[in-house]
């Protein structure tokens, strides 16, 4: 098994004191910042965008892991890179050319990932699992933290490592939506090996202890 990567998702941060979140995921045992990006249309919240993702680059001293939940992405992969991405991630269900804009992010010399939403199968990444950095499974329908996790995503977990092992051995196979300590082993024995979050570290009493204890 790969490295577990631990990526604490910044939506569920204290945006009335960033900076001591921030702070935190630097100190603790996690590897990445967990950026997601909304528009109010892909789904329908709207999050930070590059203005705050610039501050949080600004004393961010690990890896940022942008998530774009947003219509018609393409638009703003520039801008992202300034922004300090080091990973990209898009949606399956946003992108009508997907392998373009796969090229088109690696070529800016971000590392490219694509999302796939509950209901999107994973079979439909055959034809672009060798290009792809990193795969996100959404485990919760997107757009809202706290929500419960969907129990079939383990099953798409497991199909996608089959299909990454034959094609892709490298691919990172990441996680959000409901991960916690208390559901992380089964992640990790399914094949993922990169877990986003949220509310199960900012909401806990000791947010480093619990991102120890995932890392575990």
């Known amino acids: 098994?790969?490295?577990?990567?631990?990526?604490?998702?910044?939506l569920s941060a204290n945006f009335a004191n960033l900076n001591t979140d921030i702070e935190m995921v630097n100190k603790s045992?996690?590897?990445?910042?967990?950026?997601?990006?909304m528009d109010g249309m892909f789904v329908p919240n709207i999050s930070f965008g590059p203005v705050v993702i610039k501050h949080i680059q600004k004393y961010a001293k690990k890896p940022l892991d942008?998530?774009?939940?947003?219509m018609d992405p393409d638009r703003y992969f520039e801008e992202f890179k300034?922004?300090?991405?080091?990973?990209?991630?898009?949606?399956?269900?946003?992108?009508?050319?997907?392998?373009?804009?796969?090229?088109?992010?690696?070529?800016?010399?971000?590392?490219?990932?694509v999302a796939l939403n509950p209901h999107t199968p994973v079979h439909l990444?055959?034809?672009?699992i060798g290009d792809l950095d990193m795969v996100l499974i959404m485990s919760v329908n997107p757009g809202f933290g706290g929500q419960s996790f969907i129990p079939?995503?383990?099953?798409?977990?497991?199909?996608?490592?089959a299909m990454?092992?034959?094609?892709?051995?490298?691919?990172?196979?990441?996680v959000d939506g409901g991960v916690g300590p208390?559901?992380?082993?089964?992640l990790i024995k399914a094949g993922a090996n990169a877990f986003v979050a949220g509310n199960s570290v900012f909401a806990s009493e000791n947010p480093m202890e619990t991102i120890a204890l995932m890392k575990q």
Not at 66 to 70: D, E, P, S
Not at 125 to 128: A, G, H, N, R, V
Request: net charge positive; proline share 2%.
């Open 29 to 37: 045992q996690a590897d990445w910042f967990h950026i997601d990006v």
């Open 182 to 186: 208390n559901n992380i082993q089964k």
């Open 152 to 161: 079939q995503a383990l099953r798409k977990i497991t199909e996608l490592r």
């Open 1 to 10: 098994m790969k490295n577990i990567i631990i990526a604490p998702s910044m």
């Open 82 to 113: 300034v922004c300090g991405a080091e990973y990209l991630t898009i949606h399956y269900e946003a992108c009508t050319h997907l392998h373009r804009s796969v090229q088109r992010i690696k070529s800016l010399g971000m590392k490219a990932g």
């Open 125 to 128: 990444l055959t034809d672009i």
């Open 66 to 70: 942008v998530h774009l939940m947003i």
């Open 164 to 174: 990454t092992e034959n094609r892709n051995p490298d691919c990172i196979i990441e």
